[in-house]
């Protein structure tokens, strides 16, 4: 039986691992991490759980379709569980918007800014559907490594206006600026300045509204040891604490891997999901990476950093809902700051995680759990996060207890954070971006790294920095792209597995 490698165990590892396990191949995946899910780990601190990375689960059928390759159900595994709202948006001055639930029930909460606006939301949906029918039904889950595939869809690109941003599009149908950004903010959650992502990602809207925003009972955690249960009923062997530091190459074709402790594994294919800018830059030969893929490398735009502050309260907030976008006094010049003139302002905005909202196992008994996450420049930035975490934390922390956490200065336990330089050293994320490389429209499509490596054969990458792009639907999306590009296995060409310490 022919062998492949997935290098990563995130949800692109995870799915590819499973779309290659399907088509007949022995499988084995590689993390660096003591546990599977990427940046979906999970932290135990003083009876509090958690989830380091995503929380917002949107496209389930994504989950439940790699579960029916083997003929099994996602809920026998795990319990997804709807949530409405699906975010509370939190002003300045107070007010709040509840965004969730059937289309009257937003139209009301509109109402309440702008009753005009009502009409410009299902106006807004019709558009976020037409791109969705296009941009996520037809494209997300086809190979863009040939420029040909790009050309075909230049007229569905301009029909659907992807050069323009999604702050351009939101703000043709709506008008009232609290409303514009709530309903803009969603390419923050895949790495995007709203004023610079394409259009695309308005897909976003017609996406929660087709198929809701759920959370795993148990959190993201749950699910990622639903997938690990699955992958090793199927045979995929998983090696935790591993980290790759080379891919073979001879003859243009991948012939293995080779691993920090001197290990080498054989393979008919690798399936990387390392963030391409790191893969193509550090962990192969520079004659084996075509020139396309090293300008990519060395001229792409980041994400943006992230700041995630994890604590406990020894009190419960019930008038929190699960997700919470506290809302700064600034939006675009905020923004600016973030992505383009790369500085850490006094000011921020904060998407709130109360998974106890939902879960009460996240915490003791009369406790709650949080996250506050908190967008920040990347490390382009020349910032000391030595001295600018603790500051930042104190801040946010003094922030949320002045106004939706009330006490949460005497009430706060075991709090501790996550900067940039963690996601750099922890997942080898370059510049310490949060989300690979950024939704730019330039950086879409073709223009993004291909699925069917550009380097050797038998490489191919999945994950964030790869077509479709990064959030879950995406990455998942990303190894289903393999459906069209990795053949199905033939007869063993180097056996299942050879390791030899070298």
Known sequence: MSHTVVIGGGFGGIAAALRARAKGYDVTVLDRCSRLGGRAQVFERGGYRHDAGPTVLTAPFLFEELFALFDKRLSDYVELRPLTPWYRFR????????YGG??????????????????????????????????????SDRPFHEFGAMIQQVPNLLQLGAYRSVWDLVS??????????????QPLLVGGNPFDTTS????????????GVHFAMGGTGALVDAFETLMREEGIEIRLNTTVAHIDVADDHVTGVRTQDGDHLQADAVISNVDPVHLYS?????QAVKTSARLKARHHKQSMGLFVLFFGAAQQYPDVAHHTIWLGPRY????TDIFNRKVLADDFSIYLHRPTATDPSFAPPGHDSFYALVPVPNLHADIDWEIEAPRLQQRVIEALDQSILPGLKTSIREPFSMTPVDFEKTYLSPAGAGFSIAPVFSQSAWFRF?????????????????????????????????????????????????????
Do not use: C, W
Request: charged share 25%; proline share 4%.
């Open 91 to 98: 002003y300045m001055d107070g007010s709040t918007f509840d």
């Open 102 to 139: 059937s289309v009257e029930d937003t139209r009301r909460e509109i109402a309440r800014f702008s009753p005009e606006d009502a009409d410009g939301y299902e106006r807004l949906l019709e558009a976020s559907q037409a791109i969705y029918d296009v941009g996520f039904k037809q494209l």
């Open 172 to 185: 043709k149908h709506i008008k009232h600026d609290k409303i514009r950004q709530a309903f803009s903010i």
């Open 200 to 211: 695309i990602y308005a897909l976003i809207h017609f996406l929660e509204r087709a198929h």
């Open 282 to 286: 550090n962990m192969m030969p520079v």
């Open 332 to 335: 675009k010049s905020l923004l």
């Open 450 to 502: 291909h699925n069917k490596a550009e380097g050797p054969e038998g490489l191919y990458l999945v994950g964030a920095g790869a077509h479709p792009g990064a959030g879950l639907p995406g990455v998942i999306s990303s190894a289903k792209v393999l459906e069209h590009i990795l053949p199905r296995a033939e007869h063993a060409t180097s056996g299942r597995l050879s390791v030899a310490a070298e």
